[in-house]
């Protein structure tokens, strides 16, 4: 039996459908009455390689995936996960007569060979934003200073139906940590120390992160509004750098899984680039990188390089091991060839593209009708008491509008005071995402919140 894993509901949910791609009859090649089935109307499985390839899905979702490689276990008495993230370590309980490692080294315990191709399988199918003034708040910060911005994303994950057992990660609030922004890039504070608190947020919210996004904007100069397609097919989508920023990411943000050996496989952490596409417009790309790519920053094989479009794979050293790499290209008469990836190799073969959208019908979680000001956004926007109390319109009762408390940096912010505890943010947070009156009779009557309206009143 499978390790008792606590899973995200959505693979839990997953688990127990079906996933069989439903056809109708054809009209041409059945012959059969209409309650029967044949080969040209049965269901098909979820991983059909042609009705990927004719509906453009380039990745098949994770669970397909999964459906794919587990048939071994449907015959067997014994459970054998059939997950199993890369190793790329040098052994160290060898059974050879040679020294252990770093002093001897055989073909037994050193790592297996590293060939990179296109990943089967994507965590993630879909990045949906649950309502573009997201994407419009975000961006706000390079039209008025013309630097870059990062935030991380935060939000839940649901079924994707585009994609047979697909998963999409609803985007519900962008969290802007502290940073220092310049025009061509940025520099991050790691770790952040607001971190743990702005999770315990999202939790309270029923969210948890789920990507991270970044500007890479540069204005074209026409006065158009337009800027500058620097990413395309004959540059790079995501540098070098980029890629291995994500793959750390990743490793951060495991996915607990009980069809894997260790409890945990891959990643669903998204990374979402806000640049320019070809038409000079401002977009969102969504990309993940392989998971032979999370293993091999985490064992340290390879690098950035000073050219964004290819990736260095360091040497062995005394002390490290580090395996053959190759790829797989096609050459100028169309055959297969492979190569050594050392020095360097193209970044593309690291990547996984997932899609992104807007949902036709918004129904975001966070619905105040005006946005609280952004955090760490100075000279841009302040937090303070003084702002909180405005925006909540309070009169002296202390009574709490339901609408204007639903925001998630209004959340992060009232956390961060530390005024109230536990159990009164926790009733805050769950007005903040219910909308109901009854939440904000309750609320009002908490002490910790009376207290909040004292202070705010004397700020």
Known sequence: MPFDIKQDPIDDFLEKQDGLI????????????????????MPLEPYDIN???????????????????????KHSSKFIPPLEEPDLRVKT???????????????????????????????VDHVEFSVPSLI??????????????????????????????????????????????????????LPWNEEKLVDEVAMNCGLQKVGMIYTDLTDDGSGLGKVICKRH?????L???ECCFSAAMQNKHPTASKWSASGKFNSR?????????????????????SNICTSMVAEDIIEASVDPSVVRV????????????????????????????KPCFPVEYLLVNVTHGFPSNPVPLFTSPISFPIENRPGIESQDLKGLYRHLGLEASGNVHVDYVSDFHLLTFVKGTGILDQNDFAALARLAVSHEEKDANQLAQSTGWQTLVTIMNLS
């Open 239 to 241: 540098s070098s750098q």
């Open 269 to 289: 952490f998204v990374t979402c680039v806000v640049t320019g596409n070809s038409n000079g417009d401002i977009d969102v790309s969504a990309y993940q990188v």
């Open 51 to 73: 009705y990927l390839t004719e509906n453009k899905i380039k990745h098949m979702s994770f669970h397909a995936y999964l459906r794919k490689i587990n048939k071994q276990n």
């Open 22 to 41: 439903k056809r109708g009859r054809d009209s041409k090649f059945c012959k059969h009455a209409a309650n029967g089935m044949c080969d040209y109307c």
């Open 136 to 189: 419009d708040n975000f961006i706000h910060f390079w039209r008025s200073t013309g630097t870059q911005r990062f935030g991380y994303l935060y939000g839940r994950y649901e079924h994707y139906p585009d994609v047979p057992l697909g998963v999409k990660a609803v985007v519900e609030a962008i969290y802007e940590p502290p940073q220092e922004d310049e025009v061509d890039g940025l520099t991050l504070i």
């Open 93 to 123: 309980n060898c059974s050879g007569t040679h020294a252990p490692w770093p002093e001897g080294i055989c073909t037994k315990c050193q790592p297996s060979a590293v060939t990179l191709q296109l990943q089967q399988y994507r965590m």
């Open 233 to 237: 097919i004959d540059s790079y989508f």
């Open 314 to 341: 360091k040497e062995s050293t005394s002390d490290k091991y580090v395996p053959e790499v190759f790829y797989k290209y096609k050459n100028k008469y169309g055959v297969n060839v492979q190569k050594s990836a």
